[in-house]
């Protein structure tokens, strides 16, 4: 028998994780290199708009690296929507193969039913047919024996005549 195979179907994509840790790794870098680029900064005793400027230097490393996971999150959310469609179309698919089993086995079925009926019909066929020749021979045979019975019957008749047609013959040559 067919089994529905849809409920085993998953999604691959559903549950795909953003890989943080490289980014945290920038991150901390980048606070590290902020950091001792202003140590240099106060220690030669540079003015305050380099430390500005090394700022926003860290601040767009930041934003690179919140992009990278941004990017990582919308190709995952993608991916995850591919395969959603991807699982859709299998449980379409499963679905499809067992309705065309279920069709499958419906016209088996069918095909079995009618040659069961056309079975029965001949065999009721067969067995009126064979009534009718027993019938039709049976009176023949009545026939037969109504030709036989008329032609001993008139067999008789002559006989008896011929007989009595002897004794006549007989009878007026011996009064004759």
Same mark, same amino acid.
């Given at each position: 028998m067919a089994k529905?195979? /849809?409920? &085993?179907? /998953?999604n691959p994509f559903a549950s795909?994780?953003? !890989?943080? /840790? *490289? *980014? %945290?790794?920038?991150? %901390? &870098? *980048? =606070?590290?290199a902020l950091a001792n680029t202003l140590d240099i900064l106060r220690a030669t005793g540079a003015s305050a708009g380099g430390a500005t400027a090394l700022a926003q230097a860290a601040l767009q490393s930041k934003k690179g690296v919140a992009a990278s996971i &941004?990017?990582? %999150?919308a190709r995952n959310e993608e991916m995850k929507a591919q395969g959603q469609q991807a699982l859709q179309q299998q449980k379409i698919s499963e679905q499809q193969r067992l309705q065309n089993i279920a069709i499958s086995e419906g016209q088996r079925v069918q095909t079995a039913e009618a040659a069961g009926?056309?079975? +029965?019909?001949?065999?009721? &066929?067969?067995?009126t047919n !064979? =009534?009718?020749d027993r019938a039709s021979g049976q009176q023949t045979q009545a026939r037969q024996g109504i030709a036989d019975a008329n032609r001993a019957k008139a067999s008789a008749i002559t006989g008896g005549l /011929? !007989? +009595?047609g002897s004794l006549a013959g007989t009878a007026v040559g011996t009064f004759g």
């Open positions: 529905d195979l /849809s409920g &085993e179907m /998953s795909l994780g953003v !890989a943080t /840790s *490289a *980014a %945290e790794i920038q991150i %901390e &870098e *980048a =606070d590290i &941004e990017q990582q %999150e009926k056309q079975f +029965v019909f001949q065999t009721k &066929e067969d067995r !064979a =009534d009718l /011929s !007989a +009595v």
